[in-house]
């Protein structure tokens, strides 16, 4: 029987054990707006290709998101792990058996997580393709792996931008946008060339597949100019730019909402998504889980959904109650639902229970109140003006100058499932990351992944180890994956992952010149 090799779980930037070259460059885009490029090698180490078994994963949930997790697990137990080698072996396919541990999250278990089996080392992706067909002929699930992915050995490469932008220097302004209709997608790039940003990533979480919602809108709290415009998933990470981007903090947040017609009150759940429909999860009533669980999309039977004048499309349709409000709050309309948000009102939408309670409340000609609360953990109030802006994603990473990824709390992984989220968080990607440091500097950063020009990405635990070691106080994990994107003075200069290039996002960070 092969003999399991241990692997350490917690890797960073700078770890391993070979020696680490950095080439850096700097420029200054505008007084107090400096943008750092890195390329970070490990000139000594060796990667290949290989083929994993997969083996058979219980999950609650599904998803079909191109960024969300397997539904199969390349990490199992060790009686998995040794049957699997024993029928490899019998088959003439010598395997290695490779113990994986937890990564150094907050609150997740510590130690060994599982093991996986592997069948060889290849020069090339065809070798190792031709290799795994062999495999699976035999009646394994098999994955090709690019074992620069794995956090156990340095990245071979990690290409990385970082922004700086100093709040006491800069006379420009900073803000989140979706650029002005939240459904509707658009790269970061464009929406930067428009807004003659002098640097811009991509934002929060958001929804692509039309069973997940409608495609562009928020899966996470987003406030653009003051207003809200999508609720949280339960409480998770946000970046809260207050002040133009002279306040400037991240904080877990939650959101309620209430509409009042007379003395009668019903909860809110969402904003501007599909009523029934929650993305991310995380809100009272959704299943399977009112708990944030990320790429996971939960269902309500009896939801109340607000619609605002951002919202720029076609109206949910479907069994239900639409009423809609002009700018005063008077009902124009109580009917089926569909048609546009009226210009300058808003719409509630309602089924089940909230569709019975918006026909007996909401009447035509009468007034109807929204009342929206954002809180931090803590509970303390934010309020939200013009000049307001928040993006979300989840986790955070670092907290008071700590490494601190909370990882199962906002739904990343979970520690009964450990095939969920895996691949997501734990093995090197593409990421946008956001920090604040002491100096109350942003830090806005991208590290390219899946190979583009070389480059590997960070796993989340490696990316907390960056942002701290750039001296970040805080930070957070933004959208990654296919969504990394960064822009300067409109050009994109990362290399996204997806095949057909930059994709369209949601929401965006821009960083604004002064109007002079």
Same mark, same amino acid.
């Given at each position: 029987?092969?003999?399991?090799?241990?692997?350490?779980?917690?890797?960073?930037?700078?770890?391993?054990?070979?020696?680490?070259?950095?080439?850096?460059?700097?420029?200054?885009?505008?007084?107090?707006?400096?943008?750092?490029?890195?390329?970070?090698?490990?000139?000594?180490?060796?990667?290949?290709?290989?083929?994993?078994?997969?083996?058979?994963?219980?999950?609650?949930? /599904?998803?079909?998101?191109?960024?969300?997790?397997?539904?199969?697990?390349?990490?199992?137990?060790?009686?998995?792990?040794?049957?699997?080698?024993?029928?490899?072996?019998?088959?003439?396919?010598?395997?290695?058996?490779?113990?994986?541990?937890?990564?150094?999250?907050?609150?997740?278990?510590?130690?060994?997580?599982?093991?996986?089996?592997?069948?060889?080392?290849?020069?090339?992706?065809?070798?190792?393709?031709? $290799?795994?067909?062999?495999?699976?002929?035999?009646?394994?699930?098999?994955?090709?792996?690019?074992?620069?992915?794995?956090?156990?050995?340095?990245?071979?490469?990690?290409?990385?931008?970082?922004?700086?932008?100093?709040?006491?220097?800069?006379?420009?302004?900073?803000?989140?946008?979706?650029?002005?209709?939240?459904?509707?997608?658009?790269?970061?790039?464009?929406?930067?060339?428009?807004?003659?940003?002098?640097?811009?990533?991509?934002?929060?979480?958001?929804?692509?597949?039309?069973?997940?919602?409608?495609?562009? /809108?928020?899966?996470?709290?987003?406030?653009?100019?003051?207003?809200?415009?999508?609720? *949280?998933?339960?409480?998770?990470?946000?970046?809260?730019?207050?002040?133009?981007?002279?306040?400037?903090?991240?904080?877990?947040?939650?959101?309620?909402? /209430?509409?009042?017609?007379?003395?009668?009150?019903?909860?809110?759940?969402?904003?501007?998504?599909?009523?029934?429909?929650?993305?991310?999860?995380?809100?009272?009533?959704?299943?399977?889980?009112?708990?944030?669980?990320?790429?996971?999309?939960?269902?309500? *039977?009896?939801?109340?959904?607000?619609?605002?004048?951002?919202?720029?499309?076609?109206?949910?349709?479907?069994?239900?109650?639409?009423?809609?409000?002009?700018?005063?709050? &008077?009902?124009?309309?109580?009917?089926?639902?569909?048609?546009?948000?009226?210009?300058?009102?808003?719409?509630?939408?309602?089924?089940?229970?909230?569709?019975?309670?918006?026909?007996?409340?909401?009447?035509?000609?009468?007034?109807?109140?929204?009342?929206?609360?954002?809180?931090?953990?803590?509970?303390? &109030?934010?309020?939200?003006?013009?000049?307001?802006?928040?993006?979300?994603?989840?986790?955070?990473?670092?907290?008071?100058?700590?490494?601190?990824?909370?990882?199962?709390?906002?739904?990343?992984?979970?520690?009964?499932?450990?095939?969920?989220?895996?691949?997501? *968080?734990?093995?090197?990607?593409?990421?946008?990351?956001?920090? /604040?440091? $002491?100096?109350?500097?942003?830090?806005?950063?991208?590290?390219?992944?899946?190979?583009?020009?070389?480059?590997?990405?960070?796993?989340?635990?490696?990316?907390?180890?960056?942002?701290?070691?750039?001296?970040?106080?805080?930070?957070?994990?933004?959208?990654?994956?296919?969504?990394?994107?960064?822009?300067?003075?409109?050009?994109?200069?990362?290399?996204?992952?997806?095949?057909?290039?930059?994709? *369209?996002?949601?929401?965006?960070?821009?960083?604004?010149?002064?109007?002079?």
């Amino acid at each position: 029987m092969t003999a399991p090799v241990l692997l350490s779980g917690a890797g960073r930037v700078g770890s391993g054990h070979t020696a680490v070259t950095e080439q850096w460059t700097t420029r200054s885009l505008a007084p107090g707006v400096t943008l750092r490029t890195g390329v970070v090698r490990h000139p000594g180490v060796h990667h290949s290709w290989t083929v994993t078994v997969q083996a058979p994963s219980s999950t609650r949930w /599904t998803a079909n998101d191109p960024d969300a997790p397997a539904t199969w697990a390349e990490v199992s137990t060790r009686a998995w792990a040794d049957d699997t080698s024993r029928k490899l072996t019998e088959a003439g396919f010598p395997p290695r058996v490779e113990g994986v541990r937890w990564p150094d999250y907050a609150d997740t278990p510590h130690g060994l997580m599982g093991y996986r089996v592997r069948v060889g080392r290849f020069a090339t992706q065809g070798e190792a393709r031709t $290799a795994a067909s062999a495999v699976t002929a035999a009646g394994f699930r098999t994955t090709l792996s690019w074992t620069g992915y794995d956090v156990q050995e340095p990245a071979d490469q990690q290409n990385i931008h970082v922004a700086v932008i100093d709040p006491k220097v800069f006379d420009g302004s900073v803000e989140a946008t979706h650029g002005g209709n939240v459904a509707q997608r658009e790269t970061t790039s464009a929406l930067a060339r428009r807004l003659n940003s002098l640097v811009a990533v991509n934002g929060g979480f958001f929804v692509l597949s039309p069973g997940d919602g409608v495609p562009g /809108t928020m899966s996470g709290i987003g406030a653009y100019q003051g207003e809200l415009e999508s609720m *949280a998933v339960g409480s998770r990470s946000a970046l809260l730019i207050g002040d133009g981007g002279h306040d400037i903090r991240i904080a877990d947040l939650t959101s309620t909402a /209430t509409v009042r017609a007379g003395s009668a009150t019903h909860p809110v759940e969402g904003v501007n998504r599909v009523p029934g429909t929650v993305r991310d999860c995380g809100r009272p009533g959704s299943t399977p889980s009112e708990l944030p669980w990320q790429d996971v999309t939960c269902r309500m *039977a009896d939801d109340l959904v607000r619609f605002t004048a951002a919202f720029q499309a076609d109206l949910p349709t479907g069994p239900g109650v639409q009423v809609a409000l002009d700018a005063s709050g &008077r009902v124009v309309s109580v009917g089926a639902r569909g048609g546009r948000v009226p210009e300058g009102g808003q719409v509630l939408q309602g089924i089940g229970r909230a569709a019975d309670w918006l026909t007996e409340h909401a009447e035509p000609h009468s007034r109807v109140k929204v009342g929206e609360v954002v809180r931090t953990t803590g509970g303390r &109030r934010v309020t939200l003006d013009g000049d307001d802006s928040i993006v979300s994603a989840a986790p955070t990473l670092v907290k008071d100058g700590r490494i601190d990824i909370d990882a199962a709390a906002e739904g990343v992984v979970d520690p009964e499932y450990t095939s969920f989220g895996y691949a997501w *968080a734990n093995v090197r990607q593409p990421r946008t990351l956001a920090g /604040t440091d $002491a100096r109350g500097r942003l830090l806005l950063v991208t590290v390219d992944g899946r190979l583009k020009n070389g480059s590997e990405g960070f796993t989340l635990h490696e990316a907390a180890a960056f942002m701290r070691s750039l001296g970040a106080v805080e930070a957070m994990n933004l959208d990654g994956g296919g969504s990394t994107a960064m822009a300067v003075n409109g050009t994109l200069v990362n290399q996204p992952s997806d095949a057909a290039g930059e994709r *369209a996002v949601g929401d965006t960070v821009q960083v604004l010149p002064a109007e002079h």
